[in-house]
């Protein structure tokens, strides 16, 4: 019968845990033998199905949209616009084509990484056993409903948030929520506070999260986006998201640009009507000059492209750019907020320490599940029956284990608990299989571990071996007796020393402190012990602790090492001035170890564990992290406010992670970094990048790559605005001088987009100059146009300006046309140009120094820029629209010369910059 048909209201933050399981199942108004078909019918109608919120992917055309939006785009579509208004449609078409181009590059590549990173809902596709009608069917995960009664057993996925009523042995991997990498044992009878944290929910199961042994029987609390994974998954739709450095940087540049354009324009306005007496039709046609000047029309173009050549360039080191943007960002920034489990560790418990009774210690290499690796003594390589009362321990741990382990296809792959896996590793490395164990000594009853024994037991035929067997040795015969079981237990130091008859007191008390100070190094220990017992013909013997029959074999120390790589990769990060700092659900003792072998923290004082955040008032929130480098068990939302934190502290923050719990972080932060092997989907999704491999050593190539970008980046603008900038400085001594317009603006059009355009996308390309992890990450808040770049483009700009008007006077003076005068100062710039591309390969490097050949496809486009120009004075529909002609070989070598001047100019002020500024080079 059911109790009514009424639903509960489900908030999603009741205390389901510190409530009684009656209780839960009145709250829920259900039962423990589950709810009737009709009444879960009704209430999915009323809940709606267990899926977690979704957002769709963005459709093609909104993608394309947004490739537009941006202030620099705004100003050449108002350029394009007043061009058409005074009849020039070819300068129009120019800015046009240049905006579709990039457009298109950018869509392309967004829309790609959308198709394959949308999958946030496959964490719930799963099937779940539920009680309905009293008897036990199996439906889809999304059908569930708040008050349906499931069955767990190990390896099944968690379909939603569920109340303990019964459960056996269950233990469960929660790495998913908490980044703990050990499962956790549950107990239905436990209660809690309500304020006790996620972690620590001892009676509680959520959805997505793995089964890894045991059996339970569980009351469905809360589905959908009321579970806590769905939470996360609002928390990531609904939170900000950072904007990339990149992006902040172009804002500023853009208006700075839009700033120049006016006051440019208000200046010409003034001289030119006011004072030199222009006509209105001339002051406008040289204020759409100089707009058309001073905006680099070539520069969204050339930005895409150099953001898609380091995007290929990520890619082949294994990052996986989402987003465009995120490709710089990662060069930029200043601190990496780092999740420990999968991503500085390996999430695969490795045994690394082993104790034995007589006080011998032994190293174990490897890492990880497979089982490559050696025993070490003192730095030497034990080998298999060399130390038989470690062979001893060694079959002991793969005996009593109902895990798996094995090849195929010559890949290593496991099953079952993950303690219990690593075990069978260590086992392999002294020669110890569990398929051939087992034939010598037959399985023939268990004690699955329970939280209240705090133990596990097997038991194995045992037809009194020799002596020789007991040490570890293959040769022994059995006899044929078959009246006593060898008894295997491993569990909890303090629980198993105390079954073992071969100890006395102090030596007990010496051992279990020896297992402490393990466990004070973020080791998991476990004992282990075997002993014989008495066959009784009726099954397993109980309580086999009271006959204290065992012998003491030895303990081992477990933990989830560190991925081969990350320690190195942290310290490159210092040398590189990057901060990095662990925020993991994990316990503070084990993140600290961990910590210390890294080398990002050695005292407990830089460890702040969530309980502590919590106490913390948010203004002081910035301070924290500026000195605190491990954040213990803290929550998902605890990792958002830190993220937040860390950008009101001036840092640009770098999240990487692979949890569910990660997601809103990674979100909130200037980058997020996900794994894409291990990571989940609902991580992926929140993230701007994602590493192949799960390795933080990546990040470091990554972070290279972005450095480079970055440079590319400003060798870009630097070229575009330095020509941009003399351009605007010759108008402005035409106007001041009550000279003619030295260029037109289609002719300033065909220098910006096609000869200038051509270089830099070209100059996007340009490799590595080598050291840039060397250099100290930039200021947050620096502009693009910092002083470097403004002292470069003022020197070059005059230098090209002065020259470029000086020429354009003087064949004035010679009685040149202005046609004629126009189209060899137009010559004159496209050889700036092509000679100014070498010095804009490097900011402090000499351009002696950088071979034209080391950028091939720079000295291509240099060489395709100015044959395209030399096409244009003898092609005719090309010299109608930019008023071209020949030029007579006697003029060009002349133009040439006075291009070649900047080049000592510019390696003069690099030589100054160097020996003011040596720290930057």
């Known amino acids: ?95 046009g084509v240049v905006l579709l181009i990039n457009a298109i590059i950018g869509t392309t590549q967004e829309w790609k990484a959308e198709e394959s990173a949308h999958a946030l809902q496959r964490l719930l596709r799963i099937r779940a056993t539920v009680l309905r009608d009293s008897e036990a069917t199996e439906v ?74 045991g059996r339970a029987r569980a009351v469905v609390v809360a589905t959908g986006s009321k579970t806590v994974v769905g939470q996360l998954a609002l928390d990531v739709q609904q939170a900000p998201e950072g904007l990339p450095p990149l992006l902040q940087r172009m804002e500023r ?52 492209v150099a953001l898609a050549v380091a995007t290929h360039r990520m890619a082949r080191r294994g990052v996986i750019v989402r987003r465009l943007a995120a490709v710089e960002g990662l060069g930029s920034c200043t601190l990496i907020a780092s999740d420990k489990t999968g991503t500085l560790t390996c999430n ?109 037991a097997s038991f194995h035929l045992w037809r009194r071996a020799s002596v020789t067997e007991m040490n570890g040795t293959a040769e022994a015969e059995l006899d044929t007796a078959g009246e006593e079981w060898l008894v295997i237990v491993k569990g909890a130091p303090e629980r198993v020393l105390f079954m073992c008859r071969d100890l006395d007191e102090s030596h007990r008390t010496a051992l279990i402190q020896s297992a402490e100070q393990l466990a004070a190094q973020g080791y998991r220990v476990l004992a282990l012990a075997e002993g014989i017992v008495a066959a009784d013909g009726a099954g397993v013997p109980p309580a086999i602790e009271s006959h204290h029959s065992l012998s003491f074999l030895g303990y081992v120390g477990m933990i989830d090492p560190l991925r081969p790589g990350a320690k190195e990769a942290v310290a490159e990060c210092h040398r590189a001035g990057i901060t990095v700092c662990m925020i993991t659900g994990d316990h503070p003792t084990t993140a600290l170890a961990i910590a210390r072998e890294l080398g990002l923290a050695e005292r407990s004082e830089q460890v702040v564990t969530g309980q502590q955040l919590e106490k913390v008032p948010a ?68 993230a701007e990048l994602v590493i192949t491999d799960d390795n933080f050593a990546t990040i470091v190539a990554g972070i290279e790559e972005g450095r480079v970008a970055y440079d590319n980046v400003r060798k870009v603008i630097y070229l575009l605005i330095s020509k941009g900038a003399a351009e605007v400085i010759l108008v402005l001594l035409a106007v001041a001088l009550g000279l003619p317009l030295p260029l037109l603006p289609a002719q300033l059009l065909w220098l910006n987009v096609v000869t200038n355009g051509i270089q830099d996308v070209a100059l996007a390309f340009e490799p590595n100059e080598g050291g840039v992890l060397r250099r100290k990450p930039r200021p947050p808040k620096e502009p693009i146009l910092n002083r470097l770049m403004i002292e470069r483009t003022v020197i070059a700009a005059i230098v090209m300006a002065l020259i470029g008007f000086t020429a354009f006077w003087r064949m004035l003076e010679l009685g ?28 402090t490097k000499s351009a002696f120094v950088l071979s034209p050949l080391r950028s091939p496809i720079l000295l291509i486009g240099t060489i395709t820029a100015f044959l395209v120009h030399i096409l244009a004075l003898f092609f005719p529909p090309l010299q109608a629209v930019l008023q071209t002609e020949p030029i007579d070989l006697q003029s060009f070598v002349v133009f040439l010369l006075c291009a070649l001047t900047i080049i000592p100019v510019m390696e003069i002020h690099k030589l100054s910059w160097r020996r003011r500024y040596p720290e930057t080079v």
Request: charged share 20%; net charge negative.
């Open 348 to 456: 695969e418990l490795t045994v690394k320490k082993v104790h034995l009774p007589d006080g011998s210690m032994f190293e174990v290499t490897g890492q990880g599940y497979t089982p490559t690796g050696e025993v070490l003594s003192n730095g030497r390589r034990i080998h298999a029956g060399e130390y038989p009362a470690l062979d001893r321990l060694a079959r002991a741990a793969v005996l009593c284990s109902e895990a798996d382990l094995h090849q195929r296809d010559q890949h290593w792959v496991w099953r079952g608990d993950p303690t219990e896996v690593a075990l069978l590793a260590f086992g392999h490395k002294l020669g110890w299989h569990r398929e051939s164990a087992l034939e010598r000594f037959p399985l023939v009853g268990m004690i699955p571990f329970e939280p209240e024994l705090r133990y596990s």
């Open 253 to 304: 540049f853009a208006w700075s640009i839009g700033l120049v354009v006016l006051v440019s324009c208000a200046i010409v306005g003034v001289l030119a009507y006011l004072i030199r007496g222009y006509t209105v039709g001339e002051v406008f046609l040289f204020a759409v000059a100089l707009a058309v000047s001073a905006i680099p029309e070539g520069l969204p173009a050339a930005l895409t």
């Open 1 to 95: 019968m059911e109790r009514n048909r009424t639903w509960p209201v489900i908030q999603g933050n009741e205390a389901w845990h510190a409530w009684p399981a009656d209780k839960a199942l009145d709250v829920l108004a259900s039962h423990a033998e589950g709810l009737s078909q009709e009444e879960a019918a009704q209430r999915l109608r009323h809940y709606g199905p267990n899926e977690l919120p979704r957002k769709p992917p963005p459709p093609l055309w909104q993608i394309f949209l947004r490739q537009f939006k941006s202030p620099l785009i705004y100003l050449l579509g108002i350029a394009a616009g007043i061009s058409v208004l005074i009849g020039h449609p070819t300068d129009a078409a120019f800015i």
């Open 619 to 686: 203004e002081q929130l910035p301070r924290l992290v500026q000195t605190a480098r491990v954040f213990a068990r803290v929550t998902p939302k605890q990792k958002l406010l830190i993220v937040e934190a860390a950008k009101a502290a001036g840092h640009i923050v770098a999240v990487t992670g692979d949890g569910a719990n990660d997601a809103p972080a990674l979100r909130a932060a200037n980058i997020g970094v996900a794994m894409g092997r291990s990571g989940t989907d609902v991580a992926r999704e929140a």
């Open 816 to 843: 040149w046309s202005e046609k004629s005068a126009r189209n060899g100062l137009l010559m004159l710039a496209v050889l700036f140009e092509n000679i100014h591309i070498g010095n804009c390969r490097s900011e």
């Open 140 to 213: 889809p995960g999304e059908d569930l409903v708040p008050g349906d009664v499931i069955w767990l057993e190990s390896g099944n996925r968690v379909p939603a948030d569920a109340r303990l009523l019964w459960g056996q042995g269950l233990e469960v991997d929660e790495s998913l929520l908490t980044g703990e990498s050990v499962p956790v044992s549950k107990d239905a009878d436990w209660l809690g506070r309500p304020d006790t944290v996620l972690a620590d929910r001892h009676n509680m199961v959520f959805a997505g999260t793995l089964v890894a042994r």
